[in-house]
């Protein structure tokens, strides 16, 4: 399937047939949002694949109900780990540098390359983490597709109450939960903006 194909199929879908998902099909998906890009190529998505039945009923009720995250028989807890920001900037910088993608000299002027991040200064990367995490949530989205499958992103959560029915340590930052399934509905295409509503200004 063709990245346009992909694109056009695509559909949030809030109905699974109960068929398994196998670990094939997970391990496919992961993939897919392995090849994301992401900032200094921190890579910062972690994933929580669930399938035990009674956490995804609890992790439903934390989520206002949304009745299809304990119906798909996967579910996928997109996280950010803004620690990466703070232990792996240099290898990340280091690991560019080597397939020539950074200049060797980035290793002096990189900003605050040296510098420790105390965990305020950390959690003033959670909104570029997450925007890494969104691109990897799409590639799963897209993959999905190409593979029959369906997912929804869902970000109508209390991230913290999950955090905590999931014992997750405090920099794991969940994104939006994201179940995985085979489709039990084939909904139409949602309405869009027009090209030219979207367009705000040529200069
Ligand atoms: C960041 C984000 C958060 C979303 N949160 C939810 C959600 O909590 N519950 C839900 O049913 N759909 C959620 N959606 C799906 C949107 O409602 C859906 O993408 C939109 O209506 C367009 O439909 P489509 O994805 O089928 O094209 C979310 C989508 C995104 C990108």
Avoid at 53 to 76: N, R, T
Avoid at 81 to 92: G, M
Avoid at 182 to 187: A, E, S, T, V, W
Wanted: aromatic letters at 4%.
């Amino acid at each position: 399937m063709d990245v346009k194909t992909a694109l056009e199929n695509r559909r949030s879908i809030r109905k699974y047939k109960p068929d398994p998902v196998s670990d094939e099909l997970v391990k496919e998906l992961l993939e897919a949002a392995r090849l994301a890009p992401s900032g200094t190529n921190h890579q910062p998505w972690r994933f929580i694949i669930i399938r035990d039945q009674a956490m995804k009923d609890k992790i439903q009720a934390a989520a206002f109900d949304q009745k299809y995250l304990s119906e798909a028989p996967v579910l996928l807890v997109c996280c950010a780990d803004i620690s990466t920001y703070e232990l792996d900037t240099k290898k990340r910088v280091q690991e560019l540098i080597a397939v020539g993608a950074m200049d060797p000299g980035a290793i002096d002027t990189y900003p605050g390359l040296n510098q420790p991040k105390n965990a305020e200064v950390l959690k003033g990367y959670i909104p570029h983490a997450m925007l890494n995490v969104a691109l990897a949530m799409e590639n799963i989205a897209l993959r999905a597709v190409s593979l029959g499958l369906g997912t929804c992103i869902v970000q109508l959560m209390k991230p913290k109450k999950i955090a905590g029915i999931l014992a997750l340590p405090e920099n794991l930052i969940i994104t939006a939960l994201m179940p995985v399934g085979f489709p039990d509905q084939n909904p139409a295409p949602r309405p869009r903006l027009a090209l030219e509503e979207i367009i705000y200004k040529v200069v």
